[in-house]
């Protein structure tokens, strides 16, 4: 049982499409990352949150820290093929000092 | 700066067989570790280390080992290959233990026949 969920796994839309994925825990986390990973490569930082209700905005792309801590949403405004590629959140928690990931939200845009 | 290297990029292997996975970081991180990918359960912690000289087991350290003699250097290796070891191995690297930018290598793409 993944501590941290995804949704959806699979996502294909075309260019100039909005959408949201999330990723929701029972858990608390006192930090929430974001990275995208492209085919061959490892994962990249896309953005950290956190504090509770915390929005951030990375150009099309906005992060959000659910209100207690415990889920989060990205959301892409006119999705371009570049943007294509998996999603991973990560939350840290305090009391085990390690990173929980979630299994990631396949993004494929079509142009 | 090289960031995260990692070595070989693929690796094919027979059951039984034993290799080494090389990582390295140029940023003097305290932190280093290894996670394998596989489809539909994104990354699984396999050992981690917070400074030279000490490491320790994440969630599937089974099968593995790790050393840290040098802050640069972390290799991972395989004691005897199974074929559920077929993964895409990748080596990170941050500051310092905790909620800190992981920096990844390329990753290197094993097979256990």
């Known amino acids: 049982t993944q501590l941290l969920e995804q949704s959806p796994q699979f996502l294909s839309i075309q260019e100039g499409e909005n959408l949201t994925v999330y990723c929701n825990s029972s858990s608390v986390f006192s930090s929430l990352q974001w990275y995208r990973q492209e085919p061959g490569e490892g994962p990249v930082l896309l953005v950290t949150v956190v504090t509770g209700g915390e929005v951030k905005k990375l150009k099309r792309l906005t992060f959000q820290f659910g209100d207690a801590r415990k889920d989060s949403s990205l959301h892409i405004t006119a999705a371009q093929p570049g943007d294509t590629g998996l999603y991973l959140c990560a939350g840290y928690m305090d009391s085990n000092y390690q990173l929980i990931w979630g299994a990631g939200t396949k993004l494929i845009i079509k142009p | 700066n090289a960031g995260v290297t990692q070595t070989p990029k693929f690796q094919v292997l027979k059951t039984g067989q034993s290799m080494t996975l090389q990582c390295a970081q140029d940023?003097?991180?305290?932190?280093m570790s290894w996670y394998r990918q596989d489809p539909g359960m994104g990354l699984r912690l396999i050992h981690y280390?917070?400074?030279?000289?000490?490491?320790d087991q994440g969630e599937v350290p089974n099968g593995y080992n790790v050393s840290r003699s040098t802050t640069e250097d972390f290799p991972l290796r395989l004691l005897s290959a199974a074929p559920s070891q077929t993964s895409v191995y990748f080596c990170?690297?941050?500051?310092?233990?905790?909620?800190?930018?992981?920096?990844f290598g390329p990753g290197t793409r094993l097979t256990v026949t």
């Open positions: 280390s917070v400074g030279a000289g000490i490491t």
């Open positions: 940023m003097n991180h305290e932190y």
């Open positions: 990170a690297s941050s500051k310092l233990a905790g909620a800190y930018e992981q920096y």
